[in-house]
């Protein structure tokens, strides 16, 4: 099930659903993955936003922008009209425009097609140290994916209903770094490069973290045996985070989502695939087809 189920049920009732007409259709195709019109412009669309962002990171490659750049550039135009026509269908079948302009699917959408106009129209503004800065910022265009893809939305939940266990965790880490810091700050001290409690701290988040960049390194025996402690903490305490979200993708198993099924009376969405009438007006529900 498409991740933007969920997220138009959640999040996109306040665009408000066109009652009739072709708006009404357009909504249907672009909005409500429940219907194989709808996911068969998902599945298009995820297909063109990854070859246009393939098409940027090949471009950013000089010996293969030398000989395709020409290529790459009529491409990159066609990608930008696709993104154009589609934000543009966006803004035509919602009765809301405004609403989704200023959403978080909005704003990712008119990033995925904005740099390219820019480049285009203001390629010799000398505020712009870069042009190539508006035209890598073309990458955005990945997180449109999130939109469609479901075990983003499933992270993203997992990741939300966790925050409160994640934050005491993180809370808990602050306390062992900043403590750990300032006890190598007095053991090792300046000469040892340890020069103050936020570059201790520094490197008590490199050590816990196990990335261990080796820039500053412990020279007296008691050093290293707190760094050794820190090393063991931060192994085990790598495995907390993992745990919380495991957790509730487990959780997420057994929790039926709401599909993106419409009452037309009063235009009431996420009803259950199995539901008959509308949970709110009472009114009967059209067939539902996921296939």
């Not at 939300?160 to 007095?186: D, P, W």
Request: hydrophobic share 50%; aromatic share 12%.
């Amino acid at each position: 099930m498409p991740a933007n189920q969920v997220q138009n049920h959640h999040a996109d009732l306040h665009l408000g659903k066109p009652q009739h007409g072709w708006r009404l259709w357009l909504y249907t195709v672009i909005f409500e993955a429940d219907t194989p019109a709808g996911r068969a412009f998902d599945v298009s669309l995820i297909c063109a936003i990854v070859l246009s962002v393939a098409v940027v990171i090949a471009d950013s490659v000089a010996s293969i922008h030398d000989v395709h750049g020409d290529s790459f550039t009529v491409i990159e135009w066609c990608f930008t009209a696709l993104f154009t026509f589609e934000y543009l269908a966006r803004l035509a079948c919602v009765r809301h425009p405004w609403r989704y302009m200023t959403s978080f699917y909005g704003v990712i959408d008119l990033l995925a097609v904005l740099p390219t106009y820019l480049a285009f129209f203001a390629p010799d503004v000398q505020a712009l140290i870069d042009v190539r800065i508006l035209r890598l910022l073309r990458v955005f265009r990945v997180l449109k994916l999130v939109a469609y893809v479901d075990e983003y939305g499933r992270l993203g939940r997992a990741l939300a209903q966790s925050r409160h266990k994640i934050f005491i965790f993180l809370s808990f880490v602050l306390m062992v770094v900043l403590v750990m810091g300032t006890l190598m700050y007095v053991v090792e001290g300046p000469e040892h490069g340890f020069t103050s409690i936020p570059i201790a701290v520094y490197w008590a988040i490199t050590t816990m973290t196990t990335v261990g960049f080796g820039d500053l390194t412990p020279h007296t025996d008691v050093g290293r045996l707190i760094a050794s402690t820190m090393m063991l903490v931060g192994w085990g305490t790598l495995a907390v985070p993992t745990g919380i979200v495991t957790a509730e993708f487990t959780a997420q198993r057994f929790t039926e989502l709401p599909t993106t099924r419409t009452c037309a009376e009063c235009l009431s969405e996420g009803h259950r695939a199995d539901a008959s009438y509308c949970r709110d007006c009472g009114a009967p529900l059209p067939t539902y087809q996921h296939d």
